[in-house]
């Protein structure tokens, strides 16, 4: 039998950044299918058509869903059970993810912030980027690959708040940016919005709403109902798919939250484009990998 191996790791990053570009999440087709069926204005069906097309082509050919293969981001969840050297796994993920841009291949988005130089790898300084957390019980590794385009990505916005400005503040902020954002992040797609902690963290927890299942709801009964009030109320904006108007503004919004300090209260809000492309594996010590979403 396969044992675990840090090469393992680096072929399950290299598939998964593959997956998650060709692979549309079970959960982001029914809502896109969903939203369709709802949808009235004439333009705003057609781009739904549109769409859907896409998806379908995609599927039958083994074609990428965007060109925009984004930034590779990868959210490591290390069960407490699972013996695992940290440095070598994010070394591996660095390697995978440069090798499905090469070997696949397709086009690398990381570029020097200053010189503009591509090495068209998808990684380089501080790429690709990962998130680390540990689950007590769990006797595997977790890696859930999301790749991030500029079009969304480039709508990202922080604010910090104090907390006489209240709730009503915090939602006018993500609606007044969803709006602002209009069609540049290709909606509808799913609103990541972060509340508390501190200004790194916030951003950090937009950024993980952004990846959960469509349909899913926050923990937090308060906050659960806040996501249904944002959403309805985006929806009500009336841009539409693409911006180009419609009653489906967006998919769903999610929010994570963390404890902040008295004096404070940050909130972000990171936007992903309809596709809201993700995909997960689960790495056991045996060797086994599980890929989902």
């Known amino acids: 039998m396969a044992e675990f191996s840090y090469q393992l790791v680096e072929d399950t990053a290299k598939e998964l950044y593959i997956r998650a570009l060709k692979i549309l999440p079970p959960d982001v087709r029914k809502a896109l299918k969903t939203a369709s069926e709802k949808e009235t204005n004439p333009t705003a069906k057609e781009i739904f058509k549109t769409i859907l097309a896409n998806i379908d082509v995609a599927d039958k050919e083994d074609m990428l869903i965007c060109q925009d293969t984004g930034l590779p981001i990868y959210m490591v969840k290390i069960g407490s059970k699972f013996s695992v050297d940290g440095a070598k796994v994010a070394a591996a993920l660095k390697e995978g993810a440069k090798r499905a841009t090469l070997e696949h291949p397709f086009r690398g988005s990381s570029t020097h912030p200053v010189t503009r130089i591509n090495p068209q790898t998808s990684v380089g300084e501080g790429l690709p980027i990962i998130y680390w957390d540990f689950v007590a019980e769990n006797d595997y590794l977790d890696i859930l690959m999301v790749p991030k385009g500029s079009g969304s990505e480039n709508m990202s916005a922080m604010k910090m708040f104090t907390p006489a400005d209240g709730v009503a503040a915090v939602k006018k902020f993500v609606i007044d940016t969803v709006l602002e954002s209009g069609s540049n992040p290709c909606p509808p797609g799913v609103i990541g919005v972060g509340i508390g902690g501190t200004a790194d963290l916030?951003?950090?927890?937009?950024?993980?709403?952004?990846?959960?299942?469509?349909?899913?709801?926050?923990?937090?009964?308060?906050?659960?109902?806040?996501?249904?009030?944002?959403?309805?109320?985006?929806?009500?904006?009336?841009?539409?798919?693409?911006?180009?108007?419609?009653?489906?503004?967006?998919?769903?919004?999610?929010?994570?939250?963390?404890?902040?300090?008295?004096?404070?209260?940050?909130?972000?809000?990171?936007?992903?484009?309809?596709?809201?492309?993700?995909?997960?594996?689960?790495?056991?010590?045996?060797g086994r990998v599980e890929y989902g979403f």
């Open 202 to 286: 916030v951003s950090k927890l937009a950024k993980e709403a952004t990846a959960r299942p469509i349909g899913s709801h926050n923990h937090d009964p308060f906050f659960a109902k806040m996501e249904d009030d944002l959403c309805e109320a985006i929806n009500s904006l009336g841009f539409g798919a693409m911006g180009l108007g419609g009653s489906v503004s967006t998919l769903a919004v999610h929010i994570e939250w963390a404890h902040t300090h008295i004096t404070q209260n940050p909130v972000a809000v990171n936007t992903q484009c309809w596709p809201a492309r993700r995909a997960r594996a689960k790495i056991y010590q045996d």
